[in-house]
């Protein structure tokens, strides 16, 4: 068997078990097995040794990379202020991050349940007032505001990270008997794998000068909707919306002629209109797979079923 034709997850190298560290909607834990096919040979055979991904999320690709090959530089990026910061503590100050996580967990869980909620609610309006724009609380203790931000996303209703368009975070509290709150030893295991690379708030753009023909590129930008009641791309202020995607195509294109390995991942509006060819028209002349997901953000139970999405790659 070619490696090519293996999927994850198989045996990482020694060492080598990060995984991500926040559930994040539209993370790629469920296609993983689909992208391993279709990763490049260069990957494979160690031509490829730089790996850029500038929109990181929960990181499902990039820990599986860092976990599985020998890539030597990588290279993440979001526009996603707390995200970038949190992938900075844990690469920087892990230790604090995790004692402070544990201290939360401690106060958290020997509550009963109008006590976790107040908890929950008391904490996220510490969290938003340290960093919404015009509140005038910039942060000054990172590793407390990671903490925060991963205790409400592992006790927050479905696991979401949502913010409104001022930038809050506005998710209710999930009211769960057991989350797990603080895994020290995945922490340690994610900050062992940052340690070679470059974390950088910033547009997808801002990647330009890492990517030579020795990289590896994959792109997981915010989904286009492709109906009203599945639109979720609410991780930033600013939507991403078609001119978004028009200009990200135009960036794709222009690495692509730089001589790097292209992957990106969207959503296939042909689930909900056969003719619509958005993206197939966006990115004529690459190679273009539909491959199965299951819908986990919809208003409708019964529409969260299978689907297809789709894989962009150059090669």
Same mark, same amino acid.
């Given at each position: 068997?070619?490696?090519?034709?293996?999927?994850?997850?198989?045996?990482?190298?020694e060492?080598?078990?990060?995984?991500?560290?926040?559930?994040?909607?539209?993370?790629?834990g469920?296609l993983?097995?689909?992208?391993?096919?279709r990763?490049?040979a260069?990957?494979?055979?160690?031509?490829?040794?730089?790996?850029a991904?500038?929109?990181?999320?929960?990181?499902?690709?990039?820990?599986q990379?860092?976990?599985h090959?020998?890539?030597?530089?990588f290279?993440?990026?979001?526009m996603?202020?707390?995200?970038?910061?949190?992938?900075?503590?844990?690469?920087?100050?892990?230790?604090?991050?995790i004692?402070?996580?544990?201290?939360?967990?401690?106060?958290?869980?020997?509550? /009963?349940?109008e006590?976790? @909620?107040?908890f929950?609610?008391?904490?996220?309006e !510490?969290? +938003?007032h340290?960093?919404?724009?015009?509140?005038g609380?910039a942060?000054?203790?990172?590793?407390a505001?990671v903490a925060?931000?991963?205790f409400?996303?592992r006790?927050?209703?479905?696991?979401?990270y949502?913010?409104?368009?001022?930038?809050?975070?506005n998710?209710p509290h999930?009211?769960?008997?057991n989350?797990?709150?603080?895994?020290a030893?995945?922490l340690?295991?994610?900050?062992h794998?940052?340690?070679?690379?470059?974390?950088?708030?910033?547009?997808?753009?801002?990647?330009?000068?890492?990517?030579?023909?020795?990289?590896?590129v994959?792109?997981?930008p915010?989904?286009?909707?492709i109906?009203?009641?599945?639109n979720f791309?609410?991780?930033?202020?600013?939507?991403? /919306?078609?001119g978004?995607? @028009?200009r990200?195509a135009?960036?794709?294109?222009? !690495?692509? +002629?730089?001589?790097?390995?292209?992957?990106?991942s969207n959503?296939?509006?042909?689930?909900?209109n056969?003719?619509d060819?958005?993206?197939?028209d966006l990115?004529?002349?690459?190679?273009?797979?539909?491959?199965?997901?299951?819908?986990?953000?919809?208003?409708n139970?019964a529409k969260?079923g299978?689907?297809?999405?789709?894989?962009?790659?150059?090669?």
């Amino acid at each position: 068997m070619h490696p090519k034709q293996l999927q994850f997850p198989f045996a990482p190298k020694e060492g080598k078990r990060a995984k991500p560290f926040l559930k994040w909607a539209g993370g790629k834990g469920q296609l993983l097995g689909q992208i391993g096919q279709r990763l490049p040979a260069g990957l494979w055979e160690g031509g490829l040794t730089k790996y850029a991904e500038p929109f990181i999320g929960g990181g499902a690709v990039f820990f599986q990379i860092a976990n599985h090959f020998n890539v030597r530089e990588f290279y993440i990026s979001d526009m996603n202020e707390d995200l970038v910061l949190a992938y900075r503590t844990i690469k920087e100050q892990v230790k604090l991050l995790i004692d402070s996580l544990e201290e939360i967990e401690r106060r958290y869980i020997v509550l /009963d349940s109008e006590g976790r @909620r107040q908890f929950y609610y008391e904490t996220r309006e !510490l969290f +938003n007032h340290e960093r919404s724009p015009g509140r005038g609380a910039a942060v000054e203790d990172h590793t407390a505001h990671v903490a925060r931000l991963i205790f409400l996303n592992r006790t927050c209703f479905n696991g979401l990270y949502r913010v409104n368009s001022q930038g809050e975070f506005n998710v209710p509290h999930g009211n769960y008997r057991n989350p797990g709150i603080c895994d020290a030893a995945n922490l340690r295991s994610v900050s062992h794998s940052l340690q070679n690379t470059e974390i950088r708030f910033g547009d997808f753009t801002s990647c330009r000068s890492f990517v030579d023909e020795n990289t590896f590129v994959y792109m997981d930008p915010p989904y286009r909707p492709i109906s009203k009641t599945a639109n979720f791309n609410s991780f930033y202020m600013s939507p991403f /919306d078609d001119g978004e995607q @028009r200009r990200l195509a135009l960036f794709y294109q222009e !690495l692509g +002629n730089a001589g790097a390995k292209l992957m990106l991942s969207n959503s296939d509006p042909q689930n909900e209109n056969p003719h619509d060819s958005f993206f197939h028209d966006l990115y004529a002349g690459f190679s273009i797979h539909k491959v199965s997901a299951s819908r986990r953000i919809n208003s409708n139970g019964a529409k969260r079923g299978p689907i297809t999405e789709l894989l962009i790659a150059n090669y």
